[in-house]
């Protein structure tokens, strides 16, 4: 190890390459956690001594540690499954974090913004499900404050680690399960068609179709919202048409609920007459009546994924890949069943 370093300030990142550790590992010997092992603390705390490592001002001691968390609806069942990872990670971390909703970002200036951001000593943003713009990515990463994206809508132009889950393999789960029931017209109605993990949704669809030798009928393909609203009107649409879909896979749980209902005020009744297949497999799924077969997103998973990449970019260490996919897996429940004969 060396001795104090020379000309300048030892900061967090060179007590830790002197130590052969992570940054993290060093924070969490300075703030006193009891999770490092006691040969690891002993030579971190060498290596502070070495390096001649001096809090600046003790700031460490007084500072609370907060991560900032943008999303479009707080109450959706999709974001309060994903923020209760995020909170379960911070903390074990000790942080906290702070939940700020796009529309409220959208009013004030990028720059403004980034500036209240860094006043208020927010450390990092995780934007759940939505999409910031040009200028707020470039004011966050000239105000270098690191940012992680959680099934973004659309995959950032700037360089931003991002987390999501296995859609296409996801909607080839879903659609092949119906195909193995017998459905023959499966209908897909997903979110809304700029929406990254929609469409790679609808790309597993339209690939399990092609694999059965399956037409896809234009009709039984459109897109909306991810809000129950969107799968009312397009069951009530489906169901209207001259030969309706005995299956429907949709973009998330709350389409289904739409379309559940859609199907209730034709006085259909799921799984007899119409089998509905859903997406993330939130609160919504168990509840629903009758309980909904649905593909499974891993979203507390991907929240404290997405928490642990922040700390990471945070602390100077590389993300990994820039895009992260967490496994889907099939949920069946009892709003499928075999088509009436």
Not at 127 to 151: K, S, Y
Request: hydrophobic fraction near 45%; include cysteine; charge should be negative.
């Amino acid at each position: 190890m060396s001795k104090a370093v020379a000309g300048g300030r030892a900061t967090l990142a060179m007590v830790a390459a002197a130590a052969g550790v992570s940054t993290p590992t060093v924070s969490k010997v300075l703030h006193g956690r009891p999770d490092v092992a006691a040969a690891t603390r002993a030579r971190v705390e060498q290596a502070l001594a070495d390096c001649g490592y001096v809090p600046p001002q003790n700031q460490e001691r007084r500072r609370v540690h907060t991560v900032n968390l943008v999303c479009d609806d707080l109450l959706a069942p999709y974001t309060s499954e994903v923020l209760r990872g995020v909170t379960k990670a911070a903390n074990l971390e000790e942080m906290d974090v702070v939940v700020a909703l796009l529309q409220d970002v959208a009013g004030s200036t990028p720059q403004a913004w980034t500036r209240r951001l860094r006043a208020a000593g927010h450390e990092g943003i995780i934007v759940v499900a939505c999409e910031l713009t040009d200028a707020q990515l470039t004011a966050l990463d000239r105000a270098r404050m690191p940012l992680v994206a959680i099934d973004p809508l659309s995959l950032p132009s700037v360089e931003v680690a991002s987390v999501g889950s296995t859609n296409a393999a996801g909607g080839v789960d879903a659609t092949e399960y119906l195909v193995g029931l017998g459905h023959r017209r499966i209908a897909f109605v997903g979110g809304p068609v700029t929406s990254t993990c929609g469409q790679a949704r609808l790309h597993g669809y339209l690939a399990a179709m092609s694999n059965a030798r399956l037409p896809v009928d234009t009709d039984l393909v459109s897109h909306g919202p991810f809000v129950t609203p969107t799968g009312l009107a397009e069951g009530q649409r489906l169901l209207g048409l001259d030969e309706p879909p005995t299956a429907v896979i949709v973009g998330n749980d709350s389409i289904a609920i739409g379309v559940i209902e859609a199907a209730r005020q034709r006085g259909l009744a799921v799984p007899a007459d119409l089998s509905v297949v859903g997406f993330d497999d939130t609160y919504l799924a168990e509840s629903s009546t009758p309980p909904l077969t649905t593909v499974r997103q891993p979203l507390q998973e991907m929240g404290a994924f997405a928490f642990r990449t922040l700390l990471r970019v945070r602390d100077g260490e590389p993300p990994g890949a820039r895009h992260t996919e967490l496994a889907t897996q099939l949920v069946i429940r009892s709003s499928t069943a075999r088509p009436a004969t």
